[in-house]
């Protein structure tokens, strides 16, 4: 819930003091080639590309309000799909660079790797991309102008793809300062300029639970719709928010902060009824989606601070038993944030914190303030306790039936299960898995398939519901076990994504109310267990037809209402017959090769995740045993459905 701002203090080390001028703009090189080569620069030229130029300049802002001079942003989509993003920070140096003999504005807006966050003098930490952002998103706009309210005045420049229109001017007087920029992304460049509000927005909301004190507003001057993001909690209240539709175990999220050798430590964590983990760890807020040495710190501390509190206190009755790092993940719900003047990242992706001595940090912080929470709140430490015995012991009862779902080796085919029917190519990169609903539409698969790179699996009814699930009961359930035997890469403690056997894992459900909610379920398996395959992009949703259109020899598929009317207005007025898929079994093998399993003319959604907290956030709601928050959605979300059978 968005509430009133509250003023950021500046902070008090020496370091922010010091003076934010043009000389404190450090430039490493030219930005020639980044029209060419975009997809360097902001990941792609897509929907996800598109939209995080919005999060580069958002960013900046950001980072004047980690520094202690900024606490308000506003961002605005216009009309015509422009973008707005003002703050009331310091506003961008204007005066002459003393190297480019050029207002440092321009320098940091035409030149890449031009600003503020290479030494330390004028932000403590930032995120972003250190200088690269901003002038990528001019370079990759149409036309783009900022408006600098520094000392008193105010300066503009405008520039057109990425070049300058004419030199800084001052065109006014204003007593506050900050920074406004606007651009409108290029056509050129992107396939499609079309910045989608809930996108922004729950970024939006992940800044501000990040940065306690920041009020960011969001106005979509398109649909006229706004929300605004204040949480005086920080990431007790993002806690809060992860955990609206799930049991807490007890009130208040335990959060804590501490600073050690220049490094700031944020935690905020509390325990559910349930049995999934959500934990997601930032630094400089960036969200490091591969964890890190700040997680792995977290979670060592974790475990042994609740192991020595729990035999201090003789809370775990069974000789020998210890409780380990598995059983102290369910039903928690955690946000680490950590700033670091230097981060240092690795990984695939990029976002895997690689700095070793940020591990021991919070690892100490950490047994500190956890340690002491837990002495001071023993009906808390005894509840913590109880619900990870129970996990542990769910964990040794679960042993056993994960020996049944691993396979020992890539080729050891006797373990697959008997419905599976695999596809005689063994390279992963080749090969997919059609997920199947029923034995009907699996039977008409397996005809309609190419033997070579397709399997199939079929799945009887609808799989269980993991959101309401502990893990050994989720192993001992057949449709479930039979999935996770067929992918080969094992699950809890086993998983391993890279010894997945197919790249390509397609859920094919029917075009109905049931077939959504089979596809919700698998997707809430996938999410809760096997991540890595989605942030891999393996996996897929299968689009089959809605109808089947045909006069005389002239047989068309359309895939939604609008091209069933656009096909019947192309065809004859008379004669023109129209059949409504309702389920994959009504077409045969033929058809459903031709419009579903073809490479060469099937349509597959890929599953994306780019807000993984939002996504927690949305499973809760539509899997999780409160009613009352699913009604809410389906009222609010009414209106987008298209098509719905009853």
Not at 186 to 194: P, T
Not at 409 to 417: F, S
Not at 447 to 475: M, S, T, Y
Request: hydrophobic fraction near 35%; charged fraction near 30%.
């Amino acid at each position: 819930m968005a509430t009133d701002a509250t003023k950021t203090k500046k902070p008090e080390d020496p370091i922010i003091g010091h003076k934010y001028d043009a000389t404190t703009i450090k430039v490493l090189q030219g930005l020639e080639a980044v029209r060419r080569r975009p997809a360097m620069y902001i990941g792609d030229t897509g929907q996800r590309g598109l939209h995080h130029m919005v999060y580069e300049v958002v960013d900046n802002s950001v980072d004047e309000a980690m520094a202690g001079y900024c606490d308000r942003i506003k961002v605005e989509i216009g009309k015509d799909g422009e973008v707005t993003v003002t703050d009331n920070g310091r506003g961008i140096p204007v005066e002459l660079h003393p190297e480019q003999k050029k207002s440092a504005l321009e320098v940091v807006m035409t030149t890449l790797h031009a600003g503020g966050k290479f030494d330390h003098s004028s932000y403590k930490v930032s995120g972003g991309l250190h200088g690269v952002g901003v002038s990528v998103v001019n370079a990759l706009s149409e036309w783009c102008w900022v408006e600098v309210y520094r000392d008193g005045d105010i300066y503009r420049q405008e520039y057109v793809r990425g070049k300058p229109k004419e030199k800084v001017k001052k065109v006014g007087k204003r007593k506050k300062s900050g920074t406004k920029t606007c651009f409108y992304p290029d056509a050129e460049v992107f396939s499609k300029i079309d910045i989608k509000f809930d996108i922004i927005a729950s970024r939006l909301r992940e800044l501000a639970f990040l940065n306690e004190g920041l009020t960011i507003d969001l106005d979509d001057h398109r649909v006229d719709k706004s929300v605004s993001f204040n949480y005086k909690g920080g990431l007790s209240s993002f806690v809060d928010y992860l955990n609206e539709n799930k049991t807490p175990l007890f009130r208040k999220p335990i959060h804590f902060k501490g600073n050690k050798d220049g490094v700031e430590v944020e935690i905020a964590m509390q325990y559910n009824d349930g049995y999934s983990e959500s934990v997601y760890s930032y630094v400089n807020n960036i969200n490091t989606i591969e964890g890190g040495t700040h997680l792995t710190g977290f979670r060592t501390a974790l475990t042994r601070t609740i192991n020595h509190y729990a035999g201090k206190y003789n809370l775990i009755k069974k000789n020998g038993m210890s409780l380990v790092g598995d059983d102290s993940k369910e039903g928690l719900t955690a946000v680490t944030s950590v700033k670091v003047r230097d981060p240092q990242f690795e990984g695939q992706t990029k976002t895997k914190l690689g700095n070793s001595e940020v591990r021991g940090i919070v690892e100490a912080i950490t047994n500190d303030h956890l340690g002491s929470h837990l002495e001071e709140n023993p009906p808390v430490g005894k509840k913590i306790v109880e619900k990870l015995v129970q996990a542990a012991t769910a964990r040794e009862a679960a042993r056993k039936a994960k020996e049944l779902t691993r396979r020992k080796t890539a080729l050891d085919t006797a373990a697959l299960p008997g419905k599976l029917a695999d596809c005689s190519l063994t390279d992963p990169e080749e090969c997919e898995l059609y997920i199947v609903e029923g034995d009907s539409a699996g039977g008409s698969a397996k005809q309609g398939r190419d033997r070579r790179f397709q399997a199939i699996l079929p799945l009887r009814g609808k799989i269980l519901n993991v959101e309401k699930a502990r893990i050994d009961r989720i192993l001992s359930n057949n449709e479930v076990r039979a999935l996770i035997t067929a992918l080969g890469c094992g699950v809890g403690q086993d998983f391993d994504a890279s010894k997945v056997r197919y790249h390509k894992i397609i859920i094919m459900t029917d075009a109905d109310i049931d077939g959504a909610h089979i596809r919700t379920l698998i997707l809430t398996f996938f999410f809760r267990y096997m991540r890595d395959l989605i942030d891999k992009e393996y996996v897929y949703i299968a689009q089959p037809p809605l109808y089947r259109v045909k006069h005389g020899k002239n047989e068309q598929y359309a895939y939604s209402d609008e091209e069933k009317e656009k096909i019947v207005k192309q065809m004859p007025s008379t004669g023109v017959s129209i059949q409504r898929y309702k389920g994959l079994g009504e077409m045969n093998p033929e058809q459903l090769w031709k419009t579903t399993m073809d490479p060469e003319t099937r349509t597959l959604l890929r599953i994306n995740i780019d807000d993984g907290a939002e996504a927690d956030h949305l499973f809760s709601i539509l899997m999780g045993s409160e009613t009352e928050p699913r009604s809410l959605f389906i009222q609010e979300n009414a209106q987008y459905v298209r098509n719905l059978d009853i």
